[in-house]
């Protein structure tokens, strides 16, 4: 039999702390049969009953990490498939998706047994389930591609690891604490963000809250808390406002289902990492969903409750006329409602909402004595192939994108919220939110993306750095076929445009990083006390497969390959007494030239960080050139930019370079106004220290009787790191506010 699969935690071994073995009742093999046939009158009994012994038979006396029998895990997949009405060959996959990896059966068994669209679907997620995503790093990359190839040729086979992995988050107690953050981050980096991206809305968003719950806790506790607080505030009050809609809808003559939700916690969490206000500030921690019966009768409710109270200023999205990219259609506002509270309204028909729920599997259907994926009804809806997101990020593969470059697009395109723009003749284009010119350009063609030079935005000439907004008309100045400027990469967000620059810029930047890794190798072999040897790179690039010298250095500049590893190849006297990796620096202005790039760098002019925006890795950055002062790196949202909007000359796009995403460490700068209460500096210090940052400075001002003002410089790994710290500050009841200071 074949060893158990590693990468999964159902075939770990209970940890000693673990809590008392599961008995989860199992759907015996007569309820899952009558629970196809609930809605697909024609589902094949003999093969789904033969499917459910098999599966019972190959995994045998095999044990889950919980004490359960294996083969419940199986059952339980494809019960939850069930739930969302998948067809036969979908549900018998996921009864059989554990059995080529783990036991003896191989793909011809499969396909002789249960015919050729089962042992393919098989294969397809035995195949993710070899793939470690949260591998060491240029692996996860190679995976996460694999991964993306593989789902993007069938959705039933990423419908089938959703339903997997939420099984084996839900018994995730079980398995060993050190593999569980490993486990929750992947599920909350890959898995959950695929799901939006195919509309499954409800498994992704379970996934997001058993991750978190595992990944921060005390965040968890922190958010659930100040929910039942609010719950004890305003519960009645929230509980009247229902019947209160209802009563003014049918009144109108608009006959509705009006019921209120609470928001997650995952969901606040990333709110408040969005936002820079405190968790009393969030409009929408309550919201009220409006089902009608018609389309029509979603814009005449919106009428109706435009009507009766005041509707909050730039808060509608109409996400009908124009359905995000996964086919989520309704009608979005917030309104000052009853007893003054600021409720967030969701207005939708019953069928959109049902695939704002569960995306693609809403439009599996019973047809013309057949049962399947019904395309005709899904594009009657207004939807398009669930599957065109993905394929999104199979160009970018195919443009042979860098492998950690490759998996951050990936992530940008799996995560960003949208914003929909047009173009000069009315066609919509769909971008990220933040996307800019260039990745307008982008998704209209690639010509059009390289031979771009300006834009127009709603007729006025605009900087190519502008950030679109919904409702925009964009117009690309274009000009003669030319190599695109290495600075450009700041200006994009979204991968198709990054990838399509990098590979412009490539052979442009191959000597820059040439010059980078030869300079980074001759200081390692410096400091090992190496300098005046004859040296041959000879041995390294036959032991490695580098085709040249230049090859060498180029993948060493790049970070790809460290100066270390290659001292000690050269002198194995040297293993072990030099680190394999770049020290860890911190960011300062004597290091600028190592950290930013781009903007024309040229020996002599000096180059520094802003003190009055504090960049960190991660933060859009811009250069300003200043006479004697050189050039002053700002964020690109830092208040000063203010004194220089009229001077273009002076600005210079930057970017960070690889040593300063992974060998640095910076120090942001974020400014909190908190509660004059005892103790309340202890919390804050408290919070940062367990998010993983480290208090530099701290400087209290403006303070008051109530609320006091406090800078706080502290030492963080990069932008990302700065954000997750102001959340778990935004959290705590004594935090009034807390933002990065930006001059």
């Known amino acids: 039999m074949k060893a158990a699969n590693l990468n999964e935690p159902e075939v770990d071994r209970p940890p000693v702390d673990a809590p008392e073995p599961s008995r989860a009742r199992v759907l ?12 697909d009158p024609t589902a094949d009994e003999a093969l789904l009953n033969r499917a459910y012994v098999y599966a019972m038979k190959m995994h045998g006396s095999q044990l889950r990490a919980s004490g359960d029998p294996y083969f419940a895990h199986p059952i339980q997949v494809a019960g939850i498939l069930t739930d969302y009405r ?29 015919g050729e669209e089962v042992a393919s679907l098989v294969e397809g997620v035995t195949k993710l389930s070899r793939l470690e995503l949260q591998a060491e790093h240029t692996r996860q990359a190679e995976n996460l591609r694999k991964f993306i190839l593989a789902i993007s040729k069938d959705v039933r086979v990423l419908l089938v690891k959703l339903a997997d992995r939420l099984h084996n988050m839900r018994t995730l107690k079980y398995v060993k604490p050190e593999k569980r953050e490993r486990i929750s981050r992947e599920t909350l980096e ?121 509707m909050v200023p730039e808060r509608f999205k109409d996400f009908i006329s124009t359905p995000k990219s996964n086919n989520y259609r309704s009608l979005h506002t917030t309104v000052v409602g009853p007893s003054g509270l600021r409720i967030e309204m969701q207005i939708r028909t019953d069928a959109m909402d049902r695939v704002a729920e569960d995306g693609v599997a809403a439009h599996w259907a019973y047809k013309n004595k057949s049962y399947g994926f019904d395309k005709e009804a899904m594009e009657r809806d207004g939807g398009r192939d669930p599957l065109q997101n993905l394929r999104h990020l199979v160009q970018v593969i195919e443009h042979g994108e860098g492998g950690e470059d490759w998996v951050e697009h990936a992530k940008l395109e799996m995560y960003l919220d949208q914003v929909f723009v047009f173009t000069p003749k009315g066609a919509l284009i769909t971008l990220p939110r933040g996307g800019m010119p260039l990745d307008f350009a982008y998704a209209v063609h690639t010509e059009v993306g390289d031979t771009a030079v300006g834009a127009k935005i709603n007729g006025e000439l605009k900087p190519m750095r502008t950030q679109l907004q919904n409702g925009d008309v964009v ?12 600075d450009w990469r700041s200006l994009t967000v979204t991968g198709r445009a990054r990838s399509a620059i990098r590979r412009h810029i490539r052979t442009s930047e191959r000597g820059e990083f040439q010059k980078l890794g030869r300079a980074t190798l001759d200081q390692t072999l410096t400091r090992a006390g190496k300098t005046d040897v004859e040296l041959t790179l000879r041995p390294v690039l036959e032991q490695l497969g580098f085709a040249s010298d230049d090859d060498l250095y180029e993948a060493i500049g790049r970070g790809r390959l460290s100066a270390a590893r290659i001292a000690e190849i050269l002198f194995p006297a040297l293993k072990g007494r030099l680190k394999a ?153 004594s935090v009034d506010t807390v933002e990065r200071a930006r001059g």
């Open 581 to 733: 990796g770049p020290d860890r620096k911190r960011i300062g202005d004597e290091h600028a030239r190592l950290f930013v790039r781009g903007g024309g760098l040229t020996p002599g002019v000096s180059v520094h960080f802003g003190h009055c925006c504090s960049p960190v890795p991660g933060d859009r950055i811009v250069g300003i050139l200043e006479p004697e002062a050189g050039l002053t790196v700002h964020t690109i949202d830092c208040q000063r930019l203010a004194e220089f909007a009229d001077d273009d000359s002076v600005w210079q796009d930057l970017q960070w370079t690889p040593q300063a995403e992974q060998g640095a460490v910076a120090a942001a700068r974020v400014r909190a106004t908190i509660k004059n209460a005892p103790g309340v500096l202890g919390q804050v210090a408290t919070i940062i220290g367990e998010a993983g940052g480290n208090i530099l400075n701290l400087v209290m001002s403006h303070r008051q009787q109530d609320f006091f003002d406090v800078d706080i410089d502290m030492e963080v790994e990069d932008a990302k790191h700065a954000t997750a710290i102001m959340a778990a500050l935004r959290t705590n009841p």
């Open 28 to 39: 015996r093999q007569f309820e899952l049969v009558e629970a196809v046939r609930a809605y």
């Open 86 to 114: 998948l067809d036969t060959a979908t549900i018998v996959t996921a009864l059989l998706h554990d059995v080529v990896e783990d036991t003896s059966a191989t793909r011809d068994d499969i396909a002789v047994m249960f």
């Open 475 to 486: 117009e690309i100045v274009r000009g003669a076929k030319r190599e695109i400027p290495v």
């Open 190 to 310: 890959v898995y959950a963000p695929l799901g939006r991206s195919i509309g499954i809305h409800s498994i992704a968003s379970e996934l997001e809250e058993l991750a978190f719950e595992h990944l921060n806790p005390t965040a968890r506790t922190a958010i659930e808390r100040r929910l039942e607080a609010l719950k004890l505030e305003h519960g009645r009050a929230i509980d009247g406002v229902s019947r209160e809609v209802e009563r003014v809808l049918e009144e109108a003559g608009v006959h509705a289902h009006v019921f209120g939700r609470q928001k997650t916690p995952y969901s606040i969490w990333r709110k408040l990492q969005r936002k820079s206000v405190g968790f009393s500030s969030l409009s929408d921690i309550y919201g009220f969903r409006v089902i009608v019966e018609a389309e029509d009768d979603c814009y005449r409710a919106l009428g109706v409750i435009h009507r009766a109270w005041p």
